[in-house]
Each structure stands twice: as C-alpha cells, then as structure tokens.
C-alpha cells in the first residue's frame, strides 16, 4: 500500500557518521509510525529507532545517544542520524511505515551501512 525508498547507506569508517532517508508514497491515510529496523549478518532484524506523527521517539538501547530519528510529515519522510558510528552498526537498513486504520506494515528495500574499524 505505501511505497518505501531508502537512501544515504554507505560505507563510512568508525567513528563517523550516516543520515539515512525514507521517502513514503502512495499512502490514503496518516502513516502513524515511521522508523528504522536493521538486520545484521546473523541476525535477526531488530528495532532501531521508530518516530510517531507527532514526534515521540523510541529507540534501541544500543543506539541511544549516537542515532537521532527525525521526521518531516509534509513530505512523508523519515530520517536517520547516525553519528559515532561503530562496526556492530553494519547492516541492512530497512524503513518501516506503519498505518494503524488499514492496519498494514510497510518496508522498504533495505540499504546497506557498512562500518569499518
């Protein structure tokens, strides 16, 4: 129903930083919750960080304080900051849009981040 698309993943050295976007499109209704999941090789997908309508934030434990989520609801779009960046934040980045009144889970294609030592 929404069409997800990821850009801003990249190889980048320890230490350094990644903003992440995500484009939604196709949408008849509010997109309540937007965010960021990652898969790791070996892994299973895990929660990064997600952001309501309104603002309010969740985040993973292991991110909190290095990542920020923001969003512009005007364009339908997600971000992701990603500052001090570590090797154990390689992976797959998905973008996740959730829409509470058709009750459907959207994602994204995924867009690799690479962090080497």
């Known amino acids: 129903q929404v069409q997800l698309l990821e850009s801003g993943g990249g190889l980048v050295q320890a230490g350094g930083s990644l903003r992440l976007s995500c484009a939604a499109s196709g949408s008849r209704f509010n997109i309540n919750v937007m965010g960021w999941y990652r898969q790791a090789p070996g892994k299973q997908r895990e929660l990064v960080a997600t952001?309501?309508?309104?603002?309010?934030?969740n985040y993973a434990d292991s991110v909190k304080g290095r990542f920020t989520i923001s969003r512009d609801n005007a364009k339908n779009t997600v971000y992701l900051q990603m500052n001090s960046l570590k090797p154990e934040d390689t992976a797959v980045y998905y973008c996740?849009?959730?829409?509470?009144?058709?009750?459907?889970?959207?994602w994204g294609q995924g867009t690799q981040v690479t962090v080497s030592s």
């Open positions: 996740y849009a959730r829409v509470i009144v058709v009750q459907t889970d959207n």
């Open positions: 952001i309501t309508t309104i603002g309010t934030t």
